[in-house]
């Protein structure tokens, strides 16, 4: 599967913005899906995940109430809605795909995941 992000911009503390991710090639409801993050001189981190189905959602602590992930099997896209954007927040964010057999399950590590986008940058002023 391909992977291609947008939505990345600059926006001010306080602000929001939505990512968009289009998956291509193969069949998009087969794949477990997340958002990761890079910041300049740190490693990659987790940001939110969504199963199969898109019902089942799981977050890291420093997003939780702000980011609400969410898919569309139909337009085969991942989304992520950013509210009440940080500093701390200012990344390169990657959606991430995984193939997998289990519909309700989310996975939370990088590892876990086959399948990249090319990243899409967001930052955010203070």
């Known amino acids: 599967v391909q992977l291609q992000a947008s939505g990345g911009g600059l926006v001010q503390a306080g602000g929001s913005l939505r990512l968009s991710c289009v998956a291509s090639?193969?069949?998009?409801?087969?794949?477990?899906m997340a958002w990761f993050r890079q910041a300049p001189g740190k490693e990659r981190e987790f940001v939110a995940a969504v199963n199969r189905g898109g019902g089942t959602a799981y977050y890291a602590d420093s997003v939780k109430g702000r980011f609400t992930i969410s898919r569309d099997n139909t337009k085969n896209t991942l989304s992520v809605q950013m509210n009440r954007l940080k500093p701390e927040d200012t990344a390169v964010y990657y959606c991430?795909?995984?193939?997998?057999?289990?519909?309700?399950?989310?996975?939370?590590?990088?590892?876990?995941?086959?399948?990249w986008g090319q990243g899409t940058l967001v930052t955010v002023s203070s």
């Open positions: 991430a795909a995984k193939e997998s057999i289990a519909y309700y399950s989310v996975y939370s590590t990088s590892s876990q995941y086959n399948y």
């Open positions: 090639g193969n069949t998009f409801s087969d794949y477990a």
